[in-house]
């Protein structure tokens, strides 16, 4: 069997990306590609487990780059409007425009046991039953609570932010739960980072990773710890939560909360500045690094 430190499993997609007063552009990627490539900066074994038709092999290309192993089962590619309605750049408002299936355990091959974070979109039962499976199996896991939470309103495509009510069921599974200030919010009711942490602990989250406008907050054993970003631009936001959790991730498979978290925030920062996937090196982020510290 193939062995990993780290497998990321979730859909591709395309997005049109509305900023505040900006222009419009077209976004190719999707959260498995934002943090799988985010996690392979670090010289780590990553792999993607993921769907595209054939025409859209294309979309894979930047993981290819990197040497990212890629498992890819035939399916069709998502695509969201997402429009920023605000200068506050947690505020969001998305369209489904194509709908994608969800993933099985059926689509994933056989790897050795290692950690796993999911970050897909579908049916929260299909993604319980996901979870259960891999964790049968032996894996450690990661879940991007933003599948869960964002549920798509049939009719108009778009996309609410809804309550989710097997919550503390997934969460008491993972090993990692990663959020952002507004999915936190939904689920806890609170608006305050260090509350919704120490809420999500108390139902089960071993390890707690919140985003926010201004930087990531990592809630683990009762200790809260908080790094700022420090980009310049945020021309590159899609992907931030991605790119903070496959950085963050790899880099916690050999140091600290704190260190993995200062990481994390650099590197997302540095990605910030541009769009797309993270595209600097490891000695970028080191020296980035240097630049914040937790608050």
């Avoid at 780290?6 to 591709?12: D, H, L, P, Y």
């Avoid at 092999?57 to 409007?81: N, Q, S």
């Avoid at 990773?209 to 790094?227: H, P, Q, W, Y």
């Amino acid at each position: 069997m193939k062995r990993y430190d780290i497998v990321f499993v979730g859909q591709m997609g395309k997005g049109t990306i509305i900023p505040f007063n900006g222009s419009p552009f077209v976004e190719l990627g999707s959260p498995v590609l934002f943090a799988a490539i985010a996690a392979s900066s670090l010289g780590k074994r990553i792999a993607a487990v993921t769907k595209v038709s054939e025409s859209e092999e294309y979309l894979l290309k930047p993981m290819k780059a990197v040497d990212i192993d890629l498992f890819v089962r035939p399916g069709e590619v998502g695509e969201i409007h997402i429009v920023f309605p605000t200068v506050d750049v947690d505020e969001r408002e998305s369209f489904v425009v194509k709908d994608v299936a969800s993933l099985s355990i059926d689509d994933i091959p056989s790897f050795e046991p290692c950690l796993v974070h999911l970050c897909c979109f579908g049916v929260r039962k299909s993604q319980l039953d996901l979870m259960q499976a891999l964790k049968t199996l032996g894996f450690r896991l990661s879940i991007d609570m933003q599948g869960l939470v964002f549920q798509t309103d049939i009719a108009t495509g778009a996309v609410n932010l809804r309550d989710v009510p097997e919550k503390k069921e997934i969460i008491s599974i993972a090993d990692f739960v990663k959020l952002d200030a507004m999915e936190a919010r939904t689920l806890t009711g609170t608006e305050v980072l260090q509350d919704q942490a120490g809420i999500l602990e108390g139902w089960g989250s071993s390890e707690t990773i919140i985003t926010s406008s201004e930087g990531v907050l990592a809630r683990n054993r009762g200790k809260d710890m908080f790094a700022r970003f420090t980009n310049k631009g945020t021309r590159g936001r899609m992907g931030r939560g991605d790119t903070v959790m496959g950085s963050y991730l790899a880099r916690r498979l050999d140091h600290s909360v704190e260190d993995s978290l200062r990481f994390a925030a650099a590197l997302t920062s540095i990605k910030m500045e541009s769009t797309g996937p993270f595209t600097g090196s490891f000695e970028d982020v080191l020296e980035r690094m240097d630049v914040g510290s937790p608050g």
